[in-house]
């Protein structure tokens, strides 16, 4: 599909200021057209992820508004600290489609990042989703985003909402 051009710049330049977390997950009984449709859909994202409050997309620039959701405490702690409401946004555009394979993205404003789905299918008629997400961490706390902490939270957040988004499609075509 051809996209808009876009003018705003690349969001994360630097590549030592960069941080990629990826996972996987294998869904059966269910076709990468399928699989690449749902997950396009981003309107469709809070089904599958909880830690969203909302999204939505414009099809003619193919420009996207995230909203996630922040938790009952943080949100009590910003408040009583003097913060206000605290709001985590940002706009992204698809940056290439390409059904049934490929899904890339990145931000306009607001939280940086970016990253890809990839659909491929594989031999046995299951198909393998890889998720990968790009961020940027300033080089003075890169290490503590490299440690195998928060590498650990991040990559298990990504494959509990992909196993989430497996269980869906699984089951709305009868494989569950």
Same mark, same amino acid.
């Given at each position: 599909m051809q996209l808009p051009q876009v003018d705003a710049p690349p969001v994360i330049t630097d590549a030592d200021e960069r941080i990629t977390t990826g996972a996987s997950i294998i869904i059966h009984g269910v076709s990468t057209l399928e699989l690449y449709t749902a997950y396009a859909d981003l309107t469709r994202m809070t089904e599958w992820s909880p830690l969203l409050e909302e999204v939505s997309f414009d099809e003619a620039t193919r420009e996207s508004s995230w909203a996630l959701r922040v938790?009952?405490?943080?949100?009590?702690?910003?408040? &009583?600290?003097?913060?206000?409401?605290? &709001?985590?946004?940002?706009?992204?555009?698809?940056?290439?489609?390409?059904?049934?394979?490929?899904?890339?993205?990145?931000?306009?404003?607001?939280?940086?990042? &970016?990253?890809?789905?990839?659909?491929?299918?594989?031999?046995?008629?299951?198909?393998?989703?890889?998720?990968?997400?790009?961020?940027?961490?300033?080089?003075?706390?890169?290490?503590?985003?490299?440690? &195998?902490?928060?590498?650990?939270?991040?990559?298990?957040?990504?494959?509990?909402?992909?196993?989430?988004?497996k269980r869906i499609m699984e089951k709305q075509n009868g494989k569950a």
């Open positions: 938790p009952r405490p943080l949100r009590f702690l910003a408040r &009583a600290t003097g913060f206000g409401e605290l &709001a985590i946004r940002w706009q992204a555009v698809n940056v290439e489609e390409s059904p049934p394979q490929l899904l890339r993205w990145r931000s306009l404003s607001g939280m940086e990042n &970016a990253g890809s789905a990839r659909f491929e299918q594989l031999p046995n008629g299951a198909v393998n989703m890889t998720l990968s997400i790009v961020y940027p961490m300033p080089e003075s706390v890169k290490w503590f985003g490299e440690s &195998a902490l928060v590498q650990r939270f991040v990559r298990s957040t990504m494959l509990y909402t992909m196993r989430r988004f």
